[in-house]
């Protein structure tokens, strides 16, 4: 990616471990600037790659603008086997050109630079109907509360405050900023129950959380994936035709 110049932020398990938080991932995947002339550089960098596409849909504009992921899998020596996962437009994530300018830069042993999706940006599109990442999210926001030793600005606090999901911490957090997390219980209304440690509650109240932002999630995904049932219906009346 970085050879051939692509505009890509590292996401999923691969970022969640330079963050900290350890996962096991067989597959890289990435957000993208959706435009034609990075869409050239990629193709160019899959094919450096020897990259074959994986399912529908194909690789195009209009699909990565409608919230497509495009999988394709490796061939080449040094990466027999591997998954690379482009997408362009994820639920709840802002728009690339946004997620650009607040991104993270790592610099690796070799001195390359891995452009990588901000932490408050991947735990937004880590908000999915997925069993397994509601774990990861939850590593996640630990391994940052840790990295800080629970210490931070007000933007990081906040930022603990509106996302932290477990609730010994949670309750940590707003004890020790009740004006601010106060404010942030307007929008988040469970941090009521942290304010006051109560934790049955605090509990229950994360799993009602964490409940609606499936279903939300599901329901973002509904006409995706009838768009690409449509599609398959399709390339299989062509292949019957073309028998």
Known sequence: MNGCHVRALLMGG???VLYGAA??????????LADASNLR????ALDELQAEQVNVPPLSLQHLVHGHSIHFRCHIPAAEGLRVDV????????PFPELWKRRTTVRNRAGETIEVLALPDLVHAKKTQSDKDWPM????????YAAAQGRGNKQRVEFWLRELRTPQLLSAVATAHPKLAGRVAQ???LLE????????KLREALAR???VERQRDRTYWQPLKAELEKLRHSLRGSARGAA
């Open 14 to 16: 691969q970022a969640c």
């Open 23 to 32: 996962e096991f991932s067989r597959d890289v995947d990435f957000a993208i």
């Open 41 to 44: 550089r990629l193709r160019r």
């Open 87 to 94: 997408m362009a437009k994820m639920r709840g994530v802002a």
């Open 137 to 144: 999210l939850r590593r996640l926001l630990e391994a940052d």
């Open 187 to 189: 929008e988040r209304p």
């Open 193 to 200: 129950f942290a304010l006051k440690s109560q934790e049955p």
């Open 209 to 211: 959380e964490e409940s």
